[in-house]
């Protein structure tokens, strides 16, 4: 049978008897399995539509005779994405979409070659068919796994906001009341420390301010833990820590090439803490005279620079350590699904790289 190039009212590319000879077959087999992809009405739906999408690439493949490999459709994509993305939601692995992938191909696979290619087919054309078919359905594999990562991602996001904004509550609610508590405690005893020596009273009043800088302390750690780029966006959170916390005498600039709002918030919050913290290393241990900072957004990537001209440090001797904001930098890019670079000599200052893809984070279509 061959294929129909203006398609059929409402099944386009493949004729309707094809389309059944896979669809019927393949949701029977499904159903015998027991596929956690057909509890719910939601994901049941959006697996039909996704392979009749699929079968829509199959069909552009016959047009040509499966002679050249065609690239799946943005709207098979598009379908793909949101397919994974619900189905991650629900908690379904990605080994349900991996069985049901194989299931589709081995139901396929007899049907096409059948249907839409010579009663006697020559080795080319059959291997052309299995392979254009195995792309359709690898993709579909690819982009659901893609979307099991993202969700996971999230979720540890999520997570980790969840725990900070405990941390806070408890820092503010608990530590600091206790740190309170013993200031006015100290504060009552004023009168009673009148009579002793010079030196009591200065020790006392030295636990005092003592006391004083680490409530104010908590406040900022507090603060800190309680912020949330997604509550305003990349740019604005990073020009109010260079104003908070980069003293007077360090020239700072922040230079941002694209839409940082194009960065998903779960990876924008990550990459705050990125540049936070190499920031931070490079005013703690370089004493720096300039510290620089840029970021770029291009339509795949969001790639982030720190640049400070202060003391430096020996990247090698340091990494053994495996402690310090470094260490940290490194493991919250790799979770990203990034890569860090980290530049510095002694006296030659100090240049920390990342580069962070967005196809990953991002909707397809």
């Known amino acids: 049978m061959a294929i129909d190039p203006e398609g059929h009212a409402g099944n386009p590319g493949l004729p309707n008897e094809v389309r059944a000879n896979i669809v019927e077959p393949f949701f029977q087999r499904l159903r015998a399995m027991d596929s956690a ?15 009749e999408l699929l079968l829509d690439d199959i069909a552009r493949g016959a047009r040509t005779g499966f002679r050249t490999r065609t690239a799946p459709s943005r709207e098979s994509l598009r379908g793909a994405a949101e397919f994974s993305r619900t189905r991650a939601s629900r908690g379904i692995h990605p080994t349900e979409t991996v069985r ?13 070659v059948r249907e839409l290619l010579p009663a006697t087919p020559s080795a080319d054309q059959f291997l052309d068919t299995a392979l254009t078919l195995n792309d359709a359905v690898m993709t579909q594999i690819a982009l659901g796994c893609v979307g099991y990562i993202k ?20 820092l503010h609610d608990r530590v600091a009341h206790e740190v309170l508590v013993a200031m006015l405690e100290l504060e009552l005893c004023d009168p009673l420390i009148q009579s002793e020596s010079a030196v009591v009273r200065s020790k006392l009043k030295s636990a005092e301010e003592a006391l004083k800088v680490a409530l104010r302390e908590i406040g900022d750690l507090s603060g800190e833990l309680r912020e949330s780029v997604s509550e305003t966006d990349l740019e604005r959170a990073l020009t109010k820590f ?27 919050e990550e990459l705050y803490f990125i540049i936070r913290e190499a920031a931070r290393n490079a005013l703690r241990h ?16 969001v790639q982030a620079s720190v640049i400070d001209d202060g003391a430096g440090f020996e990247v090698a ?21 990034g890569n860090p670079s980290i530049h510095s000599s002694v006296g030659g200052g100090t240049t920390v790289n990342v580069s962070i893809p967005l196809i990953n984070w991002r909707r397809h279509g």
């Open 37 to 51: 992809l057909l509890e719910e009405p939601e994901i049941s739906a959006l697996l039909v539509n996704q392979v």
């Open 100 to 112: 049901a992938a194989e299931l589709f191909y081995e139901t396929a696979l007899p049907v096409v």
């Open 151 to 170: 969700f996971l991602r999230e979720k540890l996001h999520s997570s980790h906001l969840d725990e900070r904004h405990r941390l806070a509550r408890d």
């Open 242 to 268: 260079i104003d908070s916390t980069v003293p007077d005498r360090v020239r700072a600039e922040l230079t941002v090439t694209g839409n940082v709002d194009e960065i998903p918030a779960a990876a924008a």
């Open 286 to 301: 370089s004493d720096p005279d300039e510290l620089w900072i840029t970021i770029r957004v291009t339509e795949t990537l």
């Open 317 to 337: 001797t340091l990494a053994k350590t495996r402690r310090g904001g470094l260490i940290s930098i490194r493991e919250r890019t790799e979770l990203l699904g």
